[in-house]
T-cell receptor, first 113, second 110 residues
Framework: GAGVSQSPSNKVTEKGKDVELRCDPI?????LYWYRQSLGQGLEFLIY????????KSGLPSDRFSAERTGGSVSTLTIQRTQQEDSAVYLC???????????FGSGTQLSVL | DAKTTQPNSMESNEEEPVHLPCNHS???????IHWYRQLPSQGPEYVIH???SNVNNRMASLAIAEDRKSSTLILHRATLRDAAVYYC???????????FGQGTELSVKP
């Protein structure tokens, strides 16, 4: 596609349930990022994939959060046993080649009831 | 990661220039200065970046201090559509891990 695609755009879940958020980066982009943005706050870095290198997981807030990137393309962010404080917009971005620009998706609004 | 400091908010009048400051006193020699902006209910979008020299593109200009401890994003003629949160970010090597701060919320008055 022309841009970074995220699905679903909205997700409502109950506390304690697991959720999976999907990111389709721009074709050919080797770097992929996940960020979280709580209401009225700035972007919080979660995880960064670069090619075949080990991902930088330094921003994941707890072991309930994990992410994988299959085949160097699509990425899935998984949150296990969701808590109300996990409610936020989850943003994915990708970057390609030698370009310094990050291209962001529109995000997934996660609401944990 | 080197930190940046920006004012929480700024106001501008439509069609006037806007200068958005950013302090980064702990910047290292290999850090690039990036600016992104986030319009309401959207993901951030790239604005401009630079290393040492001033940079211009169709969206904005980036003025970098000679000691690189500060920079200024310049919008030459603000429009209502420029109302957004502007983030100044440092990153080592090209791209890498971008850590966003709180940014500056720019309001543009008609």
């Amino acid at each position: 596609g022309a841009g970074v695609s995220q699905s679903p755009s909205n997700k409502v879940t109950e506390k304690g349930k697991d959720v999976e958020l999907r990111c389709d980066p721009i074709s050919g982009h080797t770097a992929l990022y996940w960020y979280r943005q709580s209401l009225g706050q700035g972007l919080e870095f979660l995880i960064y994939f670069q090619g075949n290198s080990a991902p930088d997981k330094s921003g994941l807030p707890s072991d309930r959060f994990s992410a994988e990137r299959t085949g160097g393309s699509v990425s899935t962010l998984t949150i296990q046993r969701t808590q109300q404080e996990d409610s936020a917009v989850y943003l994915c971005a990708s970057r390609g080649g030698t370009s310094e620009k990050l291209f962001f998706g529109s995000g997934t609004q996660l609401s944990v009831l | 990661d080197a930190k940046t400091t920006q004012p929480n908010s700024m106001e501008s009048n439509e069609e006037e220039p806007v200068h958005l400051p950013c302090n980064h006193s702990t910047i290292s020699g290999t850090d690039y200065i990036h600016w992104y902006r986030q319009l309401p209910s959207q993901g951030p979008e790239y604005v401009i970046h630079g290393l040492t020299s001033n940079v211009n593109n169709r969206m904005a200009s980036l003025a970098i201090a000679e000691d690189r401890k500060s920079s200024t994003l310049i919008l030459h003629r603000a429009t209502l559509r420029d109302a957004a949160v502007y983030y100044c970010i440092l990153t080592d090597n090209q791209g890498g891990k971008l850590i966003f701060g709180q940014g500056t919320e720019l309001s543009v008055k008609p």
